[in-house]
């Protein structure tokens, strides 16, 4: 079965500074997805960054980035020049190629401090 | 982008009652819609999958009878919570995939709190 850990349940980082959030997984899968969602006090989900397998490239998305390493079966995400508004659960998420379900792992609470 | 929409945001009822949450995917068509429910400080657990008109398919110990699933358009998914015991309170949440191409993320609702007295 396809498991997701995120061994962090909190973490805090100081307005401005850098911070990443470390997510594991475990599947016997080639092709798959892996997805940041980032869930505020408001409690909507919503996408942070998405990663396919298949490609070697880190993907960005201005503030955001992954450290995808496919042999460790690592996705960790880094959040630069964090911001107030940054503070939230976040859920790393794994979906296999066609497939419908999406696996969550347990969620990371990031603070941040003014 | 892809906005999904759920409603009520917030529903308190006294124990017996049957409540209905819509999930409804307003600028795209959402072949398949996901129901969630989340307890505090946790993940999102999935309940079930819903494909658009056929039966739901439901993850292992979740009642069928008593979460109603129901897909019946294109941008409609809904989850009727029979006969609610305050047990039943908690967060739900549903999302949505767009049809086409398979690397298509899902798209979530704002949830709903569901509150059994």
């Known amino acids: 079965a396809q498991t997701v850990t995120q061994s962090q349940p909190e973490m805090s980082v100081q307005e401005a500074e850098t911070v990443t959030l470390s997510c594991t997984y475990d599947t016997s899968e080639s092709d798959y997805y892996l997805f940041w969602y980032k869930q505020p006090p408001s409690r909507q989900m919503i996408l942070v960054i998405r990663?396919?397998?298949?490609?070697?490239q880190n993907a960005t998305e201005n503030r955001f980035s992954v450290n995808f390493q496919k042999a460790a079966k690592s996705f960790s995400l880094k959040i630069s020049d964090s911001q107030l508004g940054d503070a939230a659960m976040y859920f790393c998420a794994y979906r296999i190629q066609g497939a419908q379900k999406l696996v969550f792992g347990q969620g990371t609470r990031l603070t941040i401090n003014p | 982008g892809a906005v999904v929409s759920q409603h009520p945001s917030r529903v308190i009822c006294k124990s017996g009652t049957s409540v209905k949450i819509e999930c409804r995917s307003l600028d795209f068509q959402a072949t398949t819609m996901f129901w969630y429910r989340q307890f505090p400080k946790q993940s999102l657990m999935l309940m079930a999958t819903s494909n658009e008109g056929s039966k739901a398919t439901y993850e292992q110990g979740v009642e069928k009878d008593k979460f109603l699933i129901n897909h019946a358009s294109l941008t409609l998914s809904t989850l009727t919570v029979t006969s609610a015991h305050p047990e039943d309170s908690s967060f739900y949440i549903c999302?949505?995939?767009?049809?086409?191409?398979?690397?298509?993320?899902?798209?979530f609702g704002d949830g709903t709190r569901l509150s059994i007295l």
């Open positions: 990663q396919e397998a298949y490609k070697q």
């Open positions: 999302s949505a995939r767009g049809t086409g191409l398979t690397n298509q993320p899902q798209h």
